[in-house]
């Protein structure tokens, strides 16, 4: 999963939904799920010039990911997420 935070000093050690949210989840790393969005992201993202997408990669799923119980072959996925929801 991939979260906003909310740099607002009020936010601090706060649980209130305005200070956090989702930005983005992942399918299950098990083999042979290989879900469209990827699992396992890896590394950190990059942002665009303007900040407001954000890119990734993940280590295993995706749409061609081929990972089943045979191989042990698994491409994963390359992400963009906007950065604001």
Do not use: W
Not at 2 to 8: Q, V
Not at 36 to 60: C, R, V, W
């Amino acid at each position: 999963m991939i979260f906003r935070m909310n740099p607002e000093t009020s936010c601090a050690n706060s649980t209130k939904s305005h200070c956090y949210g989702l930005l983005a989840s992942f399918d299950s790393p098990r083999k042979g799920d290989g879900g469209a969005t990827g699992s396992q992201p890896i590394d950190n993202l990059t942002p665009s010039a303007d900040g407001s997408i954000l890119y990734g990669m993940t280590q295993t799923g995706g749409a061609n990911d081929h990972h089943n119980d045979q191989t042990a072959i698994s491409f994963g996925t390359v992400f963009s997420i906007f950065a604001v929801p």
